[in-house]
């Protein structure tokens, strides 16, 4: 059978415009994870990348063949009746942290880089994000599908001048001390537990109305390759702007010193990235509370919103900081059960 070339660049797509959110737009993600550990970082990024792409794939494989339409029917299959209705809690409550987290990230953006207070900037999205939902997620796609090229392509830009700057070697090959250097070990694992845990609720049912296996597998690899790609883009980046720990969007402001012109267009397209994330996140938490919950849509969204708008209050660095790392322990027993169920035991019911 053959692939479906364009088929797997959509899925590939999907993966990417799911994976990339508030944190990884904005650099700080990249950061927490990976370059605040200098050289050690680098490595861990072809950890995750690999992991990204082995794991990424056997999920939507899975997916196909036991036909699961919904994170949930995928997590019965992997942890069981029982166990999985804990770790649907779990995932339901780390989906709420990370919309608050983008909501966080918004404010940020407001006022870091246009001296607008932060409380306007998450009001201003949370409001789009309710005129979106009333609307449908059509425009969603279309956001996605503009703004995921784009922000590739400025990774791309700032990472070749970056690597024009005279010192870039020596920057690169730095191993700076951090107290928690342990973490470098654990954090190509936890960063890809927590991603591909909160992106299966996306991925599942991609590979369900797929259901080819050759595409959905090139569709995987080819996604999980990208985000690689742009991880070390980022990295490459970042390690050029002295004390890039200390800024709430490194990446906007590596822009602002780089190349001027372009700094808007470059907050405009991580505005972009953030607000699609808050409309996934919100959409998906929609879906599964509306199972338990006997209200109509926009009571459900409209609590969503209230308890992510007070959650982003904090500072969107220090919640980054806190909730990540906690939400990436919590996945690694996912990508474990993952990693250890053997895709050929897997059945089409």
């Known amino acids: 059978m053959k692939t479906n070339w364009g088929a797997a660049v959509q899925i590939a797509a999907v993966y990417v415009g799911t994976v990339v959110g508030a944190g ?38 899975i997916s196909a063949r036991i036909n699961a339409v919904s994170y949930e029917e995928f997590n019965e299959y992997l942890f069981g009746k029982t166990l999985a209705k804990v770790i649907n809690l779990l995932l339901l409550l780390m989906l709420l942290g990370v919309c608050a987290v983008m909501l966080s990230g918004a404010g940020a953006v407001f006022e870091e880089q246009l001296g607008i207070s932060r409380v306007y900037g998450v009001m201003i999205t949370i409001i789009l994000s309710i005129i979106v939902m009333i609307v449908g997620i059509k425009g969603l796609f279309a956001v996605n599908t503009f703004v995921v090229p784009l922000m590739i392509l400025f990774s791309i830009i700032l990472m070749v001048v970056s690597l024009r700057i005279p010192n870039f070697m020596e920057q690169l090959l730095y191993i700076p001390y951090v107290k928690d250097g342990w973490s470098a070990v654990a954090s190509p694992f936890l960063y890809t537990a927590l991603n ?29 390759a990208a985000l690689t790609a742009i991880l070390i883009a980022g990295h490459f980046t970042l390690i050029m702007l002295p004390n890039f720990a200390s800024y709430e969007i490194p990446m906007a402001i590596i822009m602002k010193n780089l190349i001027p012109s ?54 969107y660095s220090r919640l980054l900081s806190y909730l990540y790392p906690l939400f990436g322990y919590v996945s690694l027993v996912f990508i474990i059960l993952l990693w250890m169920k053997p895709e050929n035991d897997c059945k089409k019911e």
């Not at 006997?294 to 459900?300: A, L, T, Y």
């Open 24 to 61: 990884f737009a904005t650099g700080r993600e990249i950061v927490e994870f990976f370059s605040r550990f200098g050289f050690i970082g680098l490595i861990g990024m072809l950890m995750s990348g690999y992991i990204l792409i082995f794991l990424g794939s056997k999920l939507m494989v």
């Open 196 to 224: 591909l845990s909160l992106a299966q609720a996306v991925l599942v049912p991609v590979a369900a109305e797929v259901k080819d296996e050759r595409t959905i597998k090139w569709g995987g690899i080819l996604g999980g």
């Open 262 to 315: 372009l700094h808007w267009i470059f907050v405009l397209i991580i505005y972009g990235e953030i607000f699609t994330s808050v409309i996934g996140n919100v959409f998906g938490l929609e879906k599964q509370l509306k199972q338990y919950l006997p209200f109509p849509k926009m009571v459900i969204v409209a609590g969503i919103f209230i308890i992510s708008y007070l959650l982003s209050l904090i500072e």
